[in-house]
C-alpha cells in the first residue's frame, strides 16, 4: 500500500484529531494510530494503545502514509452515521475507493458474541484474575436463569478487582 486516503465529516475528524500521536492517550483520538494498528496486527485493541506502540517504527511509517481530509460531500450527509469515503493507492498506482456508511459494533453491523466475550476478556485482564473472568462470564451467560445478580456484583465489586 503506497498511500491511504480518507474524506469524512467533522463528526469522525475533529474527535480524532492527532494525525501523528506521541503517546497512548493521544493515540485514542487518533483514525491513522488505529488504521495502522488494524493494517499491521489486525487489531486496535486496549493493549495497542500504549506509546510503545505509538512510537514503534512500523507504526510510525504507516501512520504516515494514512492522510485524512475533511469532506463536504461526505459531511453533507448528515452526522447520524460514522460515514466516510477511503482510497487505497496500491503500489502500482491503482486506487481502490470504498465508501463507508457505517463502523463494525453498530446496530446496522454488530459485533458477534465470541467478539464481545474477547473484547470484555482483554479489558477486564487489566483488573480481574482470569478465574474471575471466567466465573463472570458464566454468570452473564445464564443471567436470565438467576434470581439474584448479587454473585455477580460481587465479582465486579471493587475488592474483588485487584489484580495480583
Known amino acids: ?3 491511504i486516503r480518507i474524506y469524512a465529516g467533522p463528526n469522525i475528524l475533529e474527535p480524532l484529531r492527532y494525525k501523528q500521536p506521541i503517546n497512548g492517550l493521544q493515540a485514542k483520538f487518533s483514525l491513522q494510530f488505529g488504521m495502522a494498528c488494524i493494517l499491521l496486527k ?5 493493549r495497542e494503545y500504549t506509546t510503545a ?3 514503534s517504527r512500523e507504526i510510525s511509517e504507516t501512520m504516515s502514509k494514512i492522510k485524512t481530509f475533511l469532506s463536504d460531500e461526505v459531511a453533507k450527509m448528515g452526522t447520524d452515521k460514522m460515514r466516510s ?3 487505497l493507492e496500491l503500489h502500482n498506482k491503482q486506487i481502490v ?3 463507508v456508511e457505517t463502523v463494525r459494533g453498530m ?4 459485533i458477534k458474541n465470541s467478539e464481545l466475550v474477547t473484547k470484555f476478556i482483554e479489558c477486564a485482564s487489566f483488573v480481574l484474575k482470569e478465574n474471575k ?5 458464566e454468570i452473564i451467560r445464564d443471567l436470565e436463569n438467576k434470581s439474584s445478580i448479587k454473585p455477580l456484583i460481587s465479582l ?8 495480583e
Open 53 to 55: 506502540v505509538v512510537k
Open 107 to 110: 446496530p446496522e453491523t454488530p
Open 42 to 46: 489486525r487489531r486496535a485493541g486496549l
Open 133 to 137: 473472568i471466567n466465573q463472570i462470564l
Open 156 to 163: 465486579l465489586s471493587a475488592s474483588a478487582c485487584i489484580r
Open 97 to 99: 475507493r470504498k465508501f
Open 1 to 3: 500500500m503506497r498511500e
Open 85 to 87: 469515503i477511503i482510497e
